[in-house]
């Protein structure tokens, strides 16, 4: 099992002792501050220079074929679970999307589904369990992946131990995957990380409420299907889904870049909220 898989359950553990604090907002928040400071200190340190040196060195072509390749994992696990939820509809699109670039784009190097129409939307197993009903639970700080909560957070459990990155062997293979995504998908938000840098707010709010929205829209957006949704009859129809993240989990995504992901993911910022569970 993975070793974060294995820190879920101490997760768990921590959101029930906090539940009993004085802040409803964010009973955990003295355990996500502190968090938040380690990740942000092992981003600016190791992180982010490593990113920097690899996009120095590394031609764009090919930054954009891992970024690519990796996509083509991620939309594997979004079928996954939008077969899950029961959007049929979009689960077949996303089948066709694996197949095209699997078969056409050297193995998901190149992204020939989105030229031909049938475009990413990117879906994870925590919207799975929000679609079924369970609740957010505490906002938790994951150590180097950022913000969540005690449901995303099962849900990241979850697909380290069960994604298509999971079943690659040997396990030093998949190690390594993980790392080159990890490493790559920071190179990819540097710019972004660099404007957040510069806000004068307390980036420990400001990286929790947008996380908070735009999670907020993605769950209420598959609440709102019926349990069977089989869409449109045209599965190469056209969507408007973010992408902020290259269709696959940002693997130890530093909180500030993250926060940055969803600052300009386009969030309804007047969704309901999703009540937390304690």
Do not use: C
């Given at each position: 099992m993975k070793p974060m898989a294995r820190f879920i359950p101490l997760l768990a553990l921590a959101a029930l002792g906090g539940c009993a604090t004085h802040n409803p907002q964010d009973p955990l928040e003295p355990y996500n501050r502190a968090m938040f400071t380690i990740n942000d200190k092992v981003d600016k340190a190791v992180?982010?220079?490593?990113?920097?040196?690899?996009k120095a060195v590394t031609p764009t072509p090919i930054r954009h074929g891992v970024t690519n390749f990796f996509g083509n994992f991620g939309d594997v696990w979004s079928m996954t679970n939008d077969f899950l939820q029961g959007n049929v509809h979009d689960g077949l699109s996303t089948f066709m999307r694996v197949g095209v670039n699997s078969v056409f784009?050297?193995?998901?190097?190149?992204?020939?589904?989105?030229?031909?129409?049938?475009?990413?939307?990117?879906?994870?197993?925590?919207?799975?369990?929000?679609?079924?009903?369970?609740g957010s639970g505490p906002y938790v700080v994951l150590p180097f992946y950022g913000p969540s909560t005690v449901r995303d957070a099962a849900g990241t459990?979850?697909?380290l131990a069960y994604g298509p990155t999971a079943q690659i062997?040997?396990?030093?293979?998949?190690?390594?995957a993980l790392a080159l995504n990890l490493v790559n998908?920071?190179?990819?938000?540097?710019?972004?990380?660099n404007l957040f840098d510069q806000i004068a707010l307390d980036p420990y709010v400001f990286t929790r409420s947008a996380?908070?929205?735009?999670?907020?829209?993605?769950?209420?957006?598959?609440?709102?299907?019926?349990?069977?949704?089989?869409?449109?009859?045209?599965?190469?129809a056209k969507y408007s889904y973010d992408d902020a993240n290259g269709g696959l989990m940002s693997?130890?995504?530093?909180?500030?870049?993250?926060a940055a992901s969803a600052a300009n993911s386009g969030a309804k910022t007047d969704a309901k909220?999703?009540?937390?569970?304690?």
């Open positions: 992180l982010k220079p490593v990113a920097t040196g690899y784009g050297l193995f998901g190097t190149l992204d020939i589904a989105t030229e031909m129409g049938i475009y990413k939307h990117p879906n994870d197993f925590g919207l799975t369990l929000a679609r079924w009903g369970v459990g979850v697909f062997n040997p396990p030093s293979a998949s190690y390594g998908t920071r190179a990819n938000l540097l710019s972004a990380s996380y908070e929205q735009r999670r907020k829209s993605q769950v209420e957006e598959v609440r709102d299907r019926p349990i069977i949704d089989l869409g449109e009859p045209n599965p190469l693997f130890a995504s530093p909180t500030p870049t993250a909220p999703d009540a937390p569970s304690h």
